[in-house]
Structure formats: C-alpha cells, structure tokens
C-alpha cells in the first residue's frame, strides 16, 4: 500500500516538536542558516527544468530564495516570515574598487562591514569591526539599533495571517537572538577571545547592549506574530569540529545567562518552540541549552566529534527535538553518488525519528558546487525515508 499523507504541515510539525510520531518526518529547506547557494540552487533549477528569477534571501551567505514551486516539489513543509530594517536605516550593498579588484561592501545596523570581491560572489566575509579599537567606556556612547523601532515591523502581521489562513504551512522565523556572536562580529574574532581573558568585563557590557536589542525586537516582533508563528529561530555559534569554541567556564558564567534570559523571554510572549542553531561538536552545551529552555538543536553537524545521530537520540531525544542531522554535508553530499547519499539519509532518518522529536534538513548550507543530482537525491530520499507506517 503506497504511504500517504493525513496532516497538514503545520500539524505536522506541530506533532514533531511534541514528541509524537506524525504521519512523515517534516521537511525543511529554504532557511537563513539551513538553505541553499544562489549557484546551486541555479543549478538545481537547470537541472529540474525550472526557469525563475533568483532572489537572495542573505546576502552575506549569498543564500537564495526557494520558490514555492521547488518547495512543493520536496515537499517542504516549512515557510518563513521576518521583520525588515527600520525606516532609518539606509543600508545596502555598495561596490567600491580597492586594490585593483570591485568589491561588494555591506554595512549592518551594527556598523559591521561585509565585504565579498566581485570576480569570487561566494559569500562575504568581515572587513570591518566598528569596535575594534574600542574601550569599556566607548560601548555607552556607541549608536546602537534599536531594536524596537516600531518600523521594522510594519505589514509583518498580515504577511503571517495570509500564511496562516491561505496556506497549509508551518510558520517559522528567520533566525534572530544572536546575542554572542555580534559582539565578535564588532569587536574581531582575535580581540574578542583575548577579551574572555584579559577584559571580561568589556565581554559583560558589549553583551549586555546586544541582549537589550533583541529583548526590544522581541518584545515588538512577538507583538505582532507570535500567536500566529510556530518555530522561533535564534542561534550563536558555541562550537566547532571538535568541541567548543570558547571555554565552556566562560559560557556559563557570562553567556549562558544572557541567553538564557532571552530564551525566558521569548517564551513569555509567544507558545512557539525555541530553535536553537549552533553549528559542530555541541554535545558539551546541550545541557545548558535545554536549562536555558530551548526546544530544538540545529543543524546536528553529525560529521563533528561527539555527534553521532543514534546517540544524540538516545541521550536527549527524550527532552530535545533534533532539526537537520540528514547528512554529512563535509564528505557526503560533495562527492558521494546519488546512491550513497540517499542510503546515508535512511540512515540517519531512521536513527533520529522514532517516537516524533525530528526534523528533516541537511546540515547547514548546500554550498556553491553540490550537484544538482546530488540534492535531488537528498530530499527524494529524504520524503521516501520519512514516513511511519
């Protein structure tokens, strides 16, 4: 008897994040940190026959926009919907000529500069960090956002009831909340970590700005949708290939309870699960995450140490839903024959999905370069490998 469906996919996903088996794992594809290169996806519109206009969804990761009708034809069950910058903000990608080579420069609300050459458009990468110089004193005078600038959210509401009322999708956010990560991002990576050291107590203030930006955002952005959104998306980087990225001391003493505020926030203002993102060998913070009060881990980079999909399951599927984990986009999904690939999707399928608590993604981005063939064979997999009965 050929498998149906009987859910929609909000319920559908819904059932998933409770712990209980829905009819097929729910599919994603299309997020600000598990989507897809503008080159692949051009590729894989060649390569299905499709001829659409590209949209970038993030310029600095250089994702594109997956239409509705790619998004049926892997059976996404996912949509996503985000607040824009405020009326004052006059941002944009500007092209300036440096060193003999034209550049693409972004400037952030936080005064970050992005920048990627024109003869590479892979991604950008910083160029600039605004506090880079900076002492404890310069955090006070600093012009940061505002993150409750009421014109970041104008026609947010009723782009989320359309969805809900004239769509059968789950509702999901672009990934917000990153409270740790900006403050890198502004001050630079290699002065940051001698910060942790040296000057905690600048970490302390940068990270008590950034945590009063999205506790403003949030308060307005969950104003307006969050009786409507199902998934709300936040994330920091704590890890990488090997374990964590920073001492795991000065996370729980300094990070941890900035996040963990927010966490508590955001769920005061809304019923919707808590996705987490971190990407590499994170199974040293998963605990302090789910004290924090998160619901969900992405992306589940299981070719990390420590990250073995069966048991992840075993240790914190109870308590944890896992969103992503689908393939190891590091040696798998590059190289490997469509037939590898989509036995190493039933695979993981089958060790992250029993009793709910599972999302389908592949982890983190399809880069530049994948085949087509190779993404086809993910996600055909992935439909065929999800259902319960």
Request: hydrophobic share 40%.
């Amino acid at each position: 008897m050929a498998k149906r469906e009987i859910l929609t996919s909000r319920q559908r996903l819904i059932k998933a994040l409770n712990h209980e088996p829905p009819d097929r794992v729910p599919i994603d594809f299309g997020g600000f940190q598990t989507g897809i290169h503008k080159r692949a996806y051009a590729d894989l519109l060649d390569y299905l026959g499709m001829s659409e206009q590209i949209t970038i969804l993030d310029p600095v990761q250089q994702l594109a926009k997956p239409s509705e009708a790619v998004l049926e034809r892997f059976h996404v069950d996912t949509r996503y919907i985000v607040a824009h910058g405020p009326d004052s903000f006059t941002g944009g990608i500007e092209q300036n000529k440096r060193n003999g080579r034209l550049w693409h420069d972004l400037r952030d609300e936080f005064g970050v500069v992005w920048s990627m050459p024109d003869d590479q458009q892979l991604y950008m990468d910083i160029s600039h960090h605004p506090l880079a110089a900076a002492t404890i004193d310069d955090i006070a005078d600093y012009p940061f956002p505002k993150g409750d600038d009421p014109s970041r959210f104008t026609g947010l509401r009723e782009w989320a009831l359309q969805l809900r009322n004239e769509t059968p999708y789950a509702l999901c956010t672009g990934i917000g909340g990153v409270v740790y990560e900006i403050c890198w991002y502004m001050r630079g990576l290699e002065r940051w970590l001698i910060d942790m050291i040296e000057n905690p107590g600048f970490c302390e203030a940068l990270l008590d700005r950034t945590l009063a930006f999205w506790l403003g955002y949030y308060n307005c952005f969950l104003a307006e949708i969050g009786d409507l959104v199902d998934v709300v998306m936040i994330g920091d980087d704590l890890a990488g290939q090997s374990g964590p990225l920073f001492s795991p001391d000065f996370y729980r003493r300094v990070v941890k309870p900035r996040q963990k505020r927010l966490v508590r926030h955001i769920k005061d203002l809304t019923r919707a699960k808590v996705w987490y993102h971190t990407c590499g060998s994170a199974t040293a913070f998963i605990a302090d995450l789910l004290d924090n009060g998160i619901d969900i881990l992405n992306p589940v980079q299981i070719s990390a140490d420590n990250m073995d999909p069966a048991d992840l399951k075993a240790r914190f599927g109870r308590h944890l839903s896992f969103w992503g984990g689908a393939i190891d986009t590091q040696h798998i999904l590059p190289f490997a024959a469509p037939a590898e690939i989509a036995r190493h999707v039933y695979k993981n399928v089958a060790a992250l999905k029993p009793g709910g608590g599972y999302v389908f993604n592949n982890v983190h981005n399809i880069q530049a370069g994948i085949p087509p063939q190779s993404i086809v064979a993910l996600f055909d997999a992935a439909y065929e490998a999800a259902f319960y009965d």
